[in-house]
């Protein structure tokens, strides 16, 4: 079974993002990223700010590279402000603790996410889940 963060799947969900943000009027940028935070497309929407790439693309990273929707970590980083600080120190991208990262899983496993930047953290969240929903809905092996 092809599990495979591919640009043809990484279209589709940057493109149901934008389409879910349009229609509430939202200028949004969307990243997605493979299991090792990489980018796979980064796209910046019409009229979104221009820190929103990386912003997204920090949420993406985020995600994917610790298996968890990017907001869940608020608590981590109340917890313990110390250990997210350690691990941004060994990755490519700022660890955020951020809404709008959402894990891409097939069969279990991370294989990539979804971040969204340029509404407010819930909308960017919304937004991130929509482009999730999209490699679903095209009958791919992913969630």
Do not use: C
Not at 42 to 62: H, L, P, Q, S
Not at 100 to 125: F, L
């Amino acid at each position: 079974m092809d599990t495979e963060l591919d640009l043809g799947r990484a279209r589709a969900a940057v493109d149901a993002a934008l389409a879910a943000a349009a229609a509430q009027n939202k200028r949004i940028s969307v990243a997605v990223v493979d299991h090792r935070g990489h980018d796979v497309l980064v796209v910046r929407g019409d009229g979104a700010a221009w820190f929103t790439t990386g912003v997204a693309r920090a949420k993406a990273a985020t995600t994917a590279l610790m298996g968890v929707a990017s907001g869940n970590l608020a608590g981590l980083r109340a917890d313990y402000p110390e250990l997210l600080e350690l691990i941004a120190a060994q990755t490519a991208q700022p660890v955020t603790t951020l809404p709008g990262g959402i894990p891409v899983r097939a069969e279990g496993t991370v294989v990539g996410a979804v971040g969204v930047s340029g509404a407010s953290p819930d909308e960017d969240a919304a937004y991130a889940e929509a482009g999730v929903a999209a490699l679903r809905s095209a009958g791919q092996s992913m969630s």
